[in-house]
């Protein structure tokens, strides 16, 4: 539900001690990446809302992604991606496809 997509996402922002995002280890050089999310499929009405919802606050920075996006993904960075600065916390992927 929306509701438990929005207690899961906000959790990254009331962490205590900030452990997203986290260094990764790639072939190249370390980098820093966000907690890869598949919350598809789980019946979220307006899931572009609540994304917008949960940017608005502030406290949480996060991406959405599809199939079509390769920057982000599990234990993956763009090469930009070097300090902490920018990368996101959360990264939802396919989360628009609800239902």
Do not use: M
Request: negative net charge; charged residues 20%; glycine residues 8%.
């Amino acid at each position: 539900t929306g509701l438990g997509a929005a207690i899961i996402v906000s959790a990254f922002g009331a962490a205590r001690e900030a452990c997203y995002p986290f260094r990764i280890s790639s072939k190249h050089n370390a980098r820093f990446c966000g907690c890869w999310l598949r919350l598809e499929r789980n019946d979220v009405e307006a899931p572009e809302a609540l994304v917008t919802a949960i940017r608005n606050r502030g406290d949480i920075n996060l991406v959405e992604t599809s199939w079509v996006q390769a920057d982000w993904g599990p234990e993956r960075s763009p090469a930009w991606a070097t300090t902490e600065s920018g990368v996101p916390q959360v990264i939802l992927h396919l989360f628009s496809s609800q239902g």
